[in-house]
């Protein structure tokens, strides 16, 4: 079966006419050496004081399920399935650090204390199975206030239960949608402290590794982008002050995080839309992160703009992890439309990235680790209940 791999990235973020062969045409680098055949899909990855058992995760996917941000049953199995089913960090779908921050009413989220419990009673169950249990951090900026996508997703109004939005200048997401109020200094650092109280929050959840979302056109990628952010004052402009704000949350959370605890950032490294935010700015970025003490960068691309033109298909988005991992000499982590696991195990070892998060895929099979384990030949880890009697029917009993 020949798998799709882009090995070459766009020369414009117009482009789409993208090389493709077989597998990923990654150079390893000092970080790691594709050489060495023990360094694989299934090799533990340590990061600071914590290892995980290997280099799948579940990429953080939004089930717009939860009620005043309560995490509920729906997201206990959904979850828990997924550890049971041998994926080593489970990281929690895009959770709002305020009421306003939620893309719409059925997020979750952990801005206020009462939801710490329902989140810890499922990270009980996730470390139980041996998984690494992560959380994803948001604000939705000028994306907030939407309908749930199977009610077509478009922004409430007022009447529906809407709520005002947010951003670094009054431009709407798309045509017609609802102009953001854009920050006082004020009002960023609300959004700052409320980034800083929510991480206390998932540590008392007990969570192991905090994510910043600052992709997909929500509130600290808005302020990346020239596009979206038209600021005069320090938090717009330059490159230095578009960077600002995801700097300074970046740095208050690290302040508080224990020294032996992991931090990812989520990025998009393109627009995909010319003067728009783009790979090399992202490359420098990421050093900056780096600086302050960030561990990996959870590589997407897009979301910004309704109209971009993306080239989606097979590791479409390994390429920015790539160039990100080298030139900023930082952990990456490669995500999107990867599905196979002979794929997914040489963007590992062609030293693409760190770990491959695995999403859509996921959510069709809460089983994929188990079944990648099994199609490369190594040794599946079944939850114990399953594992006796799978096993006792391999050897014909």
């Known amino acids: 079966m020949t798998t799709e791999k882009l090995t070459t990235l766009p020369s414009s973020p117009a482009q789409t006419e993208l090389e493709l062969t077989d597998s990923p045409g990654c150079q390893s680098t000092s970080l790691h050496d594709s050489d060495v055949p023990e360094v694989d899909l299934f090799s533990p990855l340590k990061i600071r004081d914590i290892t995980l058992p290997d280099r799948i995760a579940m990429s953080p996917m939004c089930q717009y399920s939860a009620e005043d941000g309560f995490a509920n049953d729906w997201h206990f199995v959904h979850l828990g399935s997924r550890a049971a089913g041998g994926t080593g960090l489970i990281i929690v779908e895009a959770t709002a650090v305020t009421a306003q921050g939620r893309i719409t009413p059925g997020d979750l989220g952990l801005w206020d204390d009462m939801h710490i419990e329902p989140l810890a009673r499922i990270v009980r169950f996730l470390r139980q199975q041996g998984a690494i249990a992560g959380i994803q951090l948001a604000h939705a900026g000028r994306k907030a206030s939407c309908n749930v996508p199977w009610l077509g997703g478009t922004p409430l109004t007022p009447e529906q239960g809407g709520w005002p939005v947010v951003g670094p200048s009054p431009i709407p997401f798309q045509e017609g949608g609802p102009v953001p109020i854009a920050l006082d200094e004020a009002g960023i650092e609300e959004v700052i402290e409320a980034f800083v109280t929510t991480t206390r929050r998932a540590l008392q959840a007990g969570f192991q590794i905090i994510e910043i979302h600052s992709a997909h056109g929500y509130l600290l990628h808005s302020f990346l982008s020239p596009l979206s952010n038209q600021r005069t004052d320090s938090y717009g402009g330059s490159l230095e002050n578009r960077m600002r704000l995801l700097l300074e949350v970046t740095k208050r959370i690290r302040d508080i995080l224990p020294s032996g605890m992991p931090l990812f ?133």
């Open 265 to 397: 950032v989520r990025l998009s490294a393109t627009d995909w839309m010319e003067g728009g935010w783009d790979l090399k700015q992202s490359v420098i970025l990421s050093r900056e992160l780096k600086e302050l003490g960030v561990d990996l960068i959870d590589v997407s691309t897009g979301g910004l703009v309704p109209h971009a033109r993306i080239p989606v298909q097979t590791g479409y988005q390994v390429p920015f992890a790539a160039k990100i991992r080298e030139e900023a000499g930082i952990r990456t982590g490669a995500v999107g439309m990867i599905k196979e696991a002979e794929y997914a195990n040489q963007v590992i070892t062609r030293g693409c990235a760190d770990l491959v998060l695995i999403g859509r895929e996921m959510l069709r099979d809460p089983y994929w680790s188990i079944r990648a384990r099994c199609h490369l030949d190594e040794e599946p880890n079944w939850p114990l209940p399953y594992g006796y009697a799978v096993k006792q029917q391999r050897r014909g009993k």
